[in-house]
């Protein structure tokens, strides 16, 4: 199996700033696509942000300019930088990861258990 374990959410002030981590550890050959996923109460999930291995990423329109998503290949990790966070960005905030399992050699899509991003009034 894969494991996705995610680091870095807890309560921030409205403009401040919180740096989320994922670390996909395992049967991992290689990772594809990395992103991140939120849901806000009563919401569906959605896409926040992706990047893929070469580099390239992708932002949900609303994020743009204050979120930065990199990933550090050597260690399977992929960050999520939230900057000028506001109220609506509370969220349960959920790395995803495209991998390829060392074992079958099968691209297996993981999800992380979450972790919470409250940002008060």
């Known amino acids: 199996q894969v494991q996705l374990g995610e680091s870095g959410g807890g309560l921030v002030q409205a403009g401040g700033s919180l740096k989320l981590s994922c670390t996909a550890s395992?049967?991992?050959?290689?990772?594809?696509?990395m992103g991140w996923y939120r849901q806000a109460p009563g919401k569906q999930r959605e896409l926040v942000a992706t990047?893929?291995?070469?580099?390239?990423?992708t932002y949900q329109e609303v994020v743009k300019g204050r979120f930065t998503i990199s990933r550090d290949n050597a260690n399977n990790t992929v960050h999520l930088q939230l900057n000028s966070l506001k109220p609506e960005n509370t969220a349960v905030y959920y790395c995803?990861?495209?991998?390829?399992?060392?074992?079958?050699?099968?691209?297996?899509?993981?999800w992380g258990q979450g972790t919470q991003v409250p940002v008060p009034q």
């Open positions: 995803n990861t495209v991998v390829r399992n060392y074992l079958t050699l099968v691209l297996e899509e993981n």
């Open positions: 395992g049967k991992v050959a290689s990772v594809n696509k």
């Open positions: 990047i893929t291995g070469g580099g390239t990423t």
